[in-house]
Every structure is written in structure tokens, then in C-alpha cells.
């Protein structure tokens, strides 16, 4: 059984810093494209960032919204995949999501992932 678990939400002040971690069982995803997306209230499901792990190299993309604030990284010894949330804004104010997918293409579409973890909150105060 296939579980992606997050971890990390909660309230900060705006300016302040989260780090969410994604750990994933029941199989490696070592070959997998894995993304973090996040749900605003009343919004859809929007796309953060994401990463591939080709072995040689780490390919990443981000949304313009959290470019140059957030940073992706993954542990793959350790099947985890984390989020660095820096100079967050309320606008951040969103349940986050780490997702995977059975390929490395990255892409930003969230219906091309095959497994979610259950979501994280995450509230910025003004």
C-alpha cells in the first residue's frame, strides 16, 4: 500500500518560515516525479513546485507565486521530500499536498499524479 504522509503545517506570522516534510511507503520513489500542491479556501487545487531525481540530475520547477521563497528538496535513501517555506504571505494560507507520480516527466497538472498524501494546513496571520 502506497502512503504519502505530510507533516509540517501550522499558523505563522507572515515573513516566517515553514518546513514540510512528505514521507512516502510502500514502494520507492526513486523513479518517481513527486510535487507539492496546495487548496486555498474556496480555490482549486494549485500547482507549488516539483521535483525529479534522475540520478545525475535534480530537475525542479516552481510556480511563480513561491519562486525565490520556497525551495523543494528530497531524500531518496530516505523516501522523503520536503518544502522550504520562506518570507511565507497570507495569500500562502492553503492546505498543502505532496503528491507522486509513475514517471519522471514533472508536470504541474494535478491530475496526472497517481498518489496524495492526506494534506497539511497551513495559516499565514497579517
Known amino acids: 500500500q502506497v502512503q504519502l504522509v505530510e507533516s509540517g503545517g501550522g499558523l505563522v506570522q507572515a515573513g516566517g518560515s515553514l518546513r514540510l516534510s512528505c514521507a512516502a511507503s510502500?514502494?520507492?520513489?526513486?523513479?518517481?516525479?513527486m510535487g507539492w500542491f496546495r487548496q486555498g479556501p474556496g480555490k482549486e487545487r494549485e500547482f507549488v513546485a516539483a521535483?525529479?531525481?534522475?540520478?545525475?540530475?535534480?530537475?525542479?520547477d516552481y510556480a511563480d507565486s513561491v519562486k525565490g521563497r520556497f525551495i523543494i528538496s528530497r531524500d531518496n535513501p530516505k523516501n522523503a521530500m520536503y518544502l522550504q517555506m520562506n518570507s511565507l504571505e497570507p495569500e500562502d494560507t492553503a492546505v498543502y499536498y505532496c503528491?507522486?507520480?509513475?514517471?519522471?516527466?514533472?508536470?504541474?497538472?494535478?491530475?496526472?499524479?497517481?498518489?496524495w498524501g492526506q494534506g497539511t494546513q497551513v495559516t499565514v496571520s497579517s
Open positions: 503528491a507522486a507520480r509513475k514517471t519522471m516527466l514533472v508536470t504541474r497538472d494535478p491530475h496526472e499524479y497517481d498518489y
Open positions: 510502500g514502494r520507492s520513489f526513486r523513479g518517481y516525479s
Open positions: 521535483i525529479k531525481w534522475s540520478g545525475l540530475n535534480t530537475y525542479y
